[in-house]
C-alpha cells in the first residue's frame, strides 16, 4: 500500500513562491502526479514525474527523488486564481493512484 | 465536447436504498474508474476497469459494484446505501491504465 503526507494548509501572498512537499512510502512505484482540484470541482492534472529530477511546466514545477521518498510542487508569481487543493498522487506498480489528503493553498492579496 | 459526465449532480438518499451513479466518457478511453472523496481523507478508489468487459477492486470496494459493458459507460451500484457512504464521488477515465487520469464533474451523495 501507500502512505502519502503533505501538509493540509499552506498561505502564501500573491506574486510569491510557494513550495508543496509530499512524502510517500510505498511498496511500489511506478510514477507521481500532482492534480489542482478548485472547491467544488474536478481535480485536473499538473504534473508527472517518473524519473528522478525536475519538470517545468509555466510557473508550476514538479520535484522528485525516488531514494528519498520525497516530492514537491513549485508554484511561482502566484495569483489569485492559484487558491486550491493540491493533491499529490502515487502510482503503484499496478498502475493504481493513491492520492493524498491535499494542501489547500490560500492566495492573498 | 469531449469529457466525461457523471449523473446525478447530486442526490438524498434514504438509507437501504438502491443507487446507481452513472459515469459516461466519449473519449474512446480503455480505463474507468470510481473515487470517492471524504474531507481529510482524500480521494480512494472504489472500483477500476482497465478494459470494457473487466472490473477490478480498489481500496474500498465493500457496499458498492460496478460493471463495463461498454467502452463509454461505468456506472457505481450502491445495492443498500448506508450513513457512511455519504461523499462526493468521482469518476475518472485514461486513454490506458498507464496514462493520465482525467476527472468527471462529480456526484455529491448523502445518504440519510
Known amino acids: 500500500g501507500q502512505n502519502i503526507d503533505q501538509p493540509t494548509e499552506m498561505t502564501a501572498t500573491e506574486g510569491a513562491i510557494v513550495q508543496i512537499n509530499c512524502t510517500y512510502q510505498?511498496?511500489?512505484?511506478?510514477?507521481l502526479f500532482w492534480y489542482q482540484q478548485h472547491a467544488g470541482e474536478a481535480p485536473t492534472f499538473l504534473s508527472y514525474n517518473v524519473l528522478d529530477g525536475l519538470e517545468e511546466k509555466g510557473r508550476f514545477s514538479s520535484f522528485l527523488s525516488r531514494s528519498k521518498g520525497y516530492s514537491y510542487l513549485l508554484l511561482k508569481e502566484l495569483q489569485m486564481k492559484d487558491s486550491a487543493s493540491y493533491l499529490c498522487?502515487?502510482?503503484?506498480?499496478?498502475?493504481?493512484?493513491?492520492f493524498g489528503a491535499g494542501t489547500t493553498v490560500t492566495v492573498r492579496a | 465536447i469531449a469529457g466525461i459526465t457523471q449523473a446525478p449532480t447530486s442526490q438524498i438518499l434514504a438509507a437501504g436504498r438502491r443507487m446507481t451513479l452513472r459515469c459516461t466518457q466519449d473519449m474512446r478511453h480503455n480505463a474507468m474508474y470510481w473515487y470517492r472523496q471524504d474531507l481529510g481523507l482524500g480521494l480512494r478508489l472504489i472500483h477500476y476497469?482497465?478494459?470494457?468487459?473487466?472490473?477490478g477492486k480498489g481500496e474500498v470496494p465493500d457496499g458498492y459494484s460496478v460493471s463495463r459493458a461498454n467502452t463509454d459507460d461505468f456506472p457505481l451500484t450502491l445495492a443498500s446505501a448506508v450513513p457512511s457512504q455519504t461523499s462526493v464521488y468521482f469518476c475518472a477515465s485514461s486513454r490506458t491504465s498507464e496514462g493520465e487520469q482525467f476527472f468527471g464533474p462529480g456526484t455529491r451523495l448523502t445518504v440519510l
Open positions: 510505498t511498496s511500489g512505484f511506478n510514477g
Open positions: 498522487a502515487v502510482r503503484d506498480a499496478d498502475y493504481k493512484l493513491s
Open positions: 476497469s482497465n478494459t470494457a468487459g473487466t472490473t
